[in-house]
Structures are given as C-alpha cells and as structure tokens.
C-alpha cells in the first residue's frame, strides 16, 4: 500500500509554535509551523522553487513559513475569518505607526465613556443580546471606531487582535468551537476586562510583527477565496505553475468534525464578513451527496462497514470526500512536473471505523499522476488542539485514533 514511517523527529514536542506572526491569532485544528517549516526544508523539490500553494489556508501558517523562506505563496480558503488572519500574517506592517496607534488605543482606553461610542446597532451580530452585555459590545463598538480611524493598512492588524476578543468576551464557552452558552454560575462570574484583553493581544503581535519584519525576503504572498472543489482559476494558477503544497485539509464535514464555521461566525458577523451564518454548509462536505463520486481500492472495506452500521453517518463520509476527491483533481494539473505534494492528515473513526484519509489521498493523487514518496506519521503531543480529534469539539476530550497526523508526500511524475 503507501509506505508509512512513524518519525519521532517530527513530534516537536518543545517548539515554540508562537514564533513570528504565528502568535497573532487562534484557529482550530492549526498547522504546526514547524511541520510546515521542516517540509519546506527537507522536501522542497528539486529544480525550480518558486511558488507555494495551499488550497486549504486556514491562518496561513504554511503561507507565513513559505515567506520566510523566500518563497512566493497562494493560499485560498473560503472561510472569510481565514483570509482575514492569513492577510495580517504575512503582512510586514510599519512597526512605527503601530506603536503609534498602540498608544493612541491605550490613551483613550483610559478615558473611555459609554456616550463616546457613535455606533450601538449591533443587528450584524445575530442574537447579540443573548451572547453579549450590553457593555461589552459598546466597548467592542468603541474599539471598532478607534480602529476605523487609524490608516487603511494598520487597521488590518488591530482587526486581528479584535476579532479574537469579540470571541473571548462573549458568554459562549472558550474552550469549545461551538457556540455553547456559559452555565448561569459561570456567567455570573463573568466580567471580561474588554480593552485590557485587546491591548494584551496586541502588544502580543506587535513582538511577532518585530520578529517577521526582521526576516524580509521580498515575496509576494497571496490571498484568494476560490474554491478548488468547483474550479481553479486559470489566471491565478495555470496548469504546471506550482513547485509545491503544503497544507492540511480538513478531514471531514464541519458538522461532525471541527466546527470552523461556529468557531469563525464571532468575528465574520462583528466585521460583516459574508457567509458567517451559513459557513459551515459551504465548507467541505457541507452539501449531503448519497453516492460516490470516486472508485476506491484503499478505504472500500472502511465505507462498507459505515454503511451497514449507518446510512446517514455514510452520506455524511461520501459528501465530503466526494468534495474532497473534485479538489485532488481540480488540483493536479496545476503541479508541475517533479512538483511536490505535502498533505498533513488526519484519520478520523465513524462509528467505531477509523478511516484512513492517508490512504485515500495518496490513491486519489495516483490516480491523477502522482507517485506516493513516503507517508510520515506524526505524533500529536500537543493538547493545544484537541477539538481536531474530539468529534464532540470539547476541549480535553481526544478521540485515541487521532493522535496521530500523517504527512502524505507525493511527487507529480
Ligand atoms: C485544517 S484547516 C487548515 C489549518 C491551517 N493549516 C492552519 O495552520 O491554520 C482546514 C481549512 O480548510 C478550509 N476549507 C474547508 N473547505 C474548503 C474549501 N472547499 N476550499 C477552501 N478551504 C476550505 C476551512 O475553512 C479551514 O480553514
């Protein structure tokens, strides 16, 4: 079948993952940037180098580790809230006029006053009074006009340690994506300090800002919301025009596996980012299909076996990899020849039957002209995401088959 090795080098199990702008903002089921970082490194492809693809972006980690490494990138994701944070990440903003704004924010923090905010229509914000006090989201929409004042630019980069408040400082449970309510007795103890969070937040990314900018390499990275499930457009990426992926796909539909859509709907409503109530539906696997669309040897006996046990579960399964097989292809012919594929992974169980994805990427690119190099198996020591492998999204709670990631490398012959 396709060769694994189990590779005790790539747990990183003391790696800071917060280096650069990788700190700026949360987002489930992240790429390492390590794992990014060492792909590049030991299998960038031979020949030439010049661009780097991820079809799935999520907060660009590979986007930001390809521009550190010189390397011009493309990243899409349909997620609004994604291309938000991947943008701020690669972007080396004037640290000057940020410390200037900084110290703006932190001024008129202080002199704060509930009359000073000129906009209190929150009706973006769906069920805003069920999820917020009223004084938090004045305060938001106090920190929201600061940020409207400051040049179009620096905006972005305050945008980003907002958008991870507006979270924070809602009566949804942190520690799950989905949006579950505090209990009444957590609720009562609930008194988010709003402008202390956001200044603590950006404080935080002004260190990684200063740690990225000194690493200028003059790269073009670039952000789109295609979607490699329907179309690849031509004039963004013409056949043999990529030298390498390296990306990690989501590994089921987001109702049943990780909730992006629950997680991202906080800041794509206060910013008014569109799809932000339906996200989830357009995410891969959202659409229910009944039949496969794909002949597969490598993962029959698994689907055969969910079907009996349950139909539902099944159309669940076939509607994303149906999704997911029409990206593989769309994929293909955009590599070059001797191009590169990195997929990062995860096998997740239905119904007690854990499906190896690993598998099922490596035949699908076979079947489209690539040869299977090496599958790397990766322990996942890191307790930081466990909602990647809990299919309840409840933070602590770990499914034991996922513990493991699997790095599917591929050449394009
Ligand atoms: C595992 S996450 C990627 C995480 C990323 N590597 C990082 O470090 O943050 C998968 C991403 O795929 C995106 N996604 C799902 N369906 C998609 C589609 N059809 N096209 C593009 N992106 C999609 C989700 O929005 C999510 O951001």
């Known amino acids: 079948m396709f060769e694994r090795r189990i590779d005790n080098n790539w747990n990183f199990k003391t790696a800071n993952t917060k280096e650069f702008t990788h700190c700026y903002h949360t987002y489930p089921a992240m790429m390492i940037p390590q794992v990014a970082r060492t792909l590049i490194e030991q299998f960038a492809p031979q020949g030439r180098f010049e661009l780097l693809f991820d079809p799935y972006m999520g907060s660009g980690t590979s986007l930001v580790e390809a521009s550190l ?24 903003f004037n640290i000057d006029q940020i410390e200037k704004y900084l110290s703006e924010i932190q001024l008129l923090s202080f002199t704060y006053q509930p009359e000073k905010v000129i906009n209190s229509d929150f009706s973006r914000v769906s069920n805003y009074s069920f999820w917020y006090s009223k004084e938090v989201l004045l305060k938001l929409s106090f920190l929201s006009q600061m940020i ?14 907002l958008s991870e408040v507006v979270r924070e400082v809602s009566f949804t449970r942190n520690s799950e994506f989905k949006r579950f309510k505090m209990s009444e007795s957590q609720l009562e103890k609930f008194n988010p300090d709003v402008f202390g969070l956001f200044e603590g937040k950006a404080m935080r990314n002004l260190q990684g800002l200063k740690q990225y900018n000194a690493i200028k390499n003059g790269v073009s990275s670039q952000i789109f919301d295609f979607n490699t499930v329907n179309s690849i457009p031509i004039e963004i990426l013409p056949p043999e025009s990529v030298d390498m992926i390296v990306t990690s796909p989501p590994y089921g539909d987001s109702h049943t596996t990780v909730a992006y859509g629950q997680f991202s709907r906080w800041a794509n409503e206060w910013f008014g980012l569109c799809d932000a109530k339906n996200l989830d539906n ?18 029959k006996n698994e689907l055969q076996q969910i079907e009996i046990a349950d139909t539902k579960r099944y159309a669940e399964v076939i509607s994303f990899l149906n999704d997911y097989h029409n990206s593989i292809k769309n994929i293909s012919p955009i590599i070059r020849k001797g191009g590169r594929i990195c ?13 190896p994805l690993d598998y099922f990427t490596a035949e699908m690119f ?7 190099d090496i599958t790397i198996v990766r322990e996942i020591p890191n307790k930081r995401m466990p909602s990647k492998n809990s299919p309840s999204n409840i933070s602590g709670q ?16």
Request: zero cysteines; hydrophobic letters at 40%; charged letters at 25%.
């Open 366 to 372: 076979e079947k489209y002209g690539f040869r299977h």
């Open 282 to 299: 357009l995410l891969m696997g959202g659409k229910r299909q009944l039949v496969a669309n794909f002949e597969t040897k490598s993962i």
């Open 69 to 92: 490494k010189g390397v011009n990138s493309i990243g899409t994701d349909i997620n609004p809230l994604a291309r938000l944070i991947s943008k701020a990440k690669v972007s080396h």
């Open 148 to 161: 409207a004042s400051f040049d179009i630019e620096s905006q972005l980069f305050f945008k980003i340690a």
């Open 398 to 413: 770990k499914a034991a088959t996922m513990s493991n990631e699997y790095i599917v490398v591929m050449n394009k012959k």
């Open 343 to 355: 997929f990062v992974v995860g096998n997740r169980t239905v119904k007690g039957v854990q499906i």
